[in-house]
């Protein structure tokens, strides 16, 4: 079974007992499909980027959840009854990819010789001086000089 993670963003007024209540239900559904719960954490309430309309107004901060889970593949399509649930301003399903981390990934042949394809010069260019931020014509930003002109 892939390991998932189910990102839930849910209405800043919403209280912890129904928050608990919907992350407990989802739960549920993973456990009756013989899945597992590995790990649950809360951001607490984040500021978005944007505000998210819904019918009862449009919504600037949110509690953000994350569920990580180890599913069946069809887990996307039973979790679609969360689109329907009032409480949630958005839900995102991210499937974890076969990723290595540490000495899982040095000790692979194929990622060993791709630091030793860069020589010190093509990362220390010492030709590219950078001439432009010796400038002392910054006049026009000098406070000073600005007031006198008013005056």
């Not at 009032?86 to 692979?108: A, C, I, M, N, P």
């Amino acid at each position: 079974m892939p390991l998932y993670d189910c990102m839930l963003l849910l209405k800043p007024h919403v209280t912890k007992e129904a928050l608990m209540e919907l992350v407990a239900r989802i739960g549920k559904h993973v456990y009756r499909r013989n899945g597992v719960l590995a790990d649950m954490k809360s951001f607490g309430i984040v500021q978005l980027g944007y505000g998210i309309k819904k019918l009862d107004g449009r919504y600037y901060q949110g509690q953000l959840m994350q569920m990580t889970m180890m599913a069946t593949p069809n887990i996307n399509k039973e979790l679609h009854y969360l689109n329907k649930e009032d409480r949630l301003l958005r839900w995102l399903l991210v499937k974890h990819r076969d990723t290595k981390y540490g000495l899982e990934f040095l000790s692979e042949d194929d990622g060993k010789g791709e630091l030793s394809k860069l020589t010190r010069s093509s990362i220390y260019d010492d030709d590219d001086t950078d001439e432009d931020d010796d400038d002392d014509n910054d006049d026009e930003y000098d406070v000073d000089q600005e007031e006198k002109k008013e005056n």
